[in-house]
């Protein structure tokens, strides 16, 4: 069983649209998160939320709106999509969201605005 | 604040032959580091952490990491290589105290050559 699944795993749409990522964690971690890695490698916090509780929130455009119905989920849904948001977008998820717990990750999406 | 420096995007190493990847922290307070590797299509698996138990480090495939805080240091290590380990490596620290966010370096693409 996949530990941290995400949904869809590519994502290609056009300039504009309105787009929603899934993520659900089958560990019982009680925090998850949502990271944005650019075609650099280079990987940045967005949102991480502890127990449905949003405790990180980066500078990140408002288009961008977390959302976690239950601890076991965490969704992103993102508005009028630009150029600047492909990325590969992956969801993590740890028991705490402090100390020296390790998160877990999804396998990403890959989202490519046309 | 808390940051790290990855030194060496690209890493290239016979196979069989020692590993080493450096990784330097800044932190204003004792730091959780954490080493992570990423193959390629994939999300981001732990591979060792350090959170103040002891110095050295003992990980996942062979790697180890010690931490030296004279130095602000903690450099991952393998004996030797292998092809399996061809991958992009992650240094990443977080503050200790409350919920804090992982900060992660910019990654080393490490290249193992027959």
């Known amino acids: 069983d996949t530990a941290v699944s995400q949904t869809p795993k590519y994502l290609v749409t056009q300039m504009g649209n309105d787009k929603s990522i899934k993520c659900e964690q089958n560990l019982g971690h009680d925090t998850m998160y949502w990271y944005k890695q650019d075609s650099k490698k280079f990987l940045k916090i967005m949102f991480s939320?502890?127990?449905?509780?949003?405790?990180i929130n980066e500078t990140v455009p408002n288009r961008f709106s977390p959302k976690s119905p239950d601890k076991a989920h965490l969704n992103l849904h993102i508005n009028s999509l630009e150029l600047g948001d492909s990325a590969v977008y992956f969801c993590?998820?740890?028991?705490?969201?402090?100390?020296?717990?390790?998160?877990?990750f999804g396998d990403g999406t890959r989202l490519s605005i046309l | 604040a808390q940051s790290v420096t990855q030194l060496g995007s690209h890493v290239s190493v016979s196979e069989g032959a020692l590993v080493l990847l450096r990784c330097n922290y800044s932190?204003?307070?004792?730091?959780?580091l954490f080493w992570y590797v990423q193959y390629p299509n994939q999300g981001l698996q732990l591979l060792l952490k350090?959170?103040?138990?002891?110095?050295l480090v003992k990980g996942i495939n062979g790697f180890e990491a010690e931490f030296k805080k004279s130095e602000t240091s903690f450099h991952l290590t393998k004996p030797s290589a292998h092809m399996s380990d061809a991958a992009e490596y992650f240094c990443a620290v977080r503050r200790s105290g409350g919920y804090q966010k992982v900060t992660f370096g910019t990654g080393t693409k490490l290249q193992v050559i027959p």
């Open positions: 939320y502890n127990n449905k509780e949003l405790i």
């Open positions: 932190s204003s307070v004792p730091p959780y």
């Open positions: 993590a998820s740890s028991q705490g969201g402090e100390g020296g717990q390790p998160q877990h």
């Open positions: 350090y959170t103040s138990a002891a110095t």
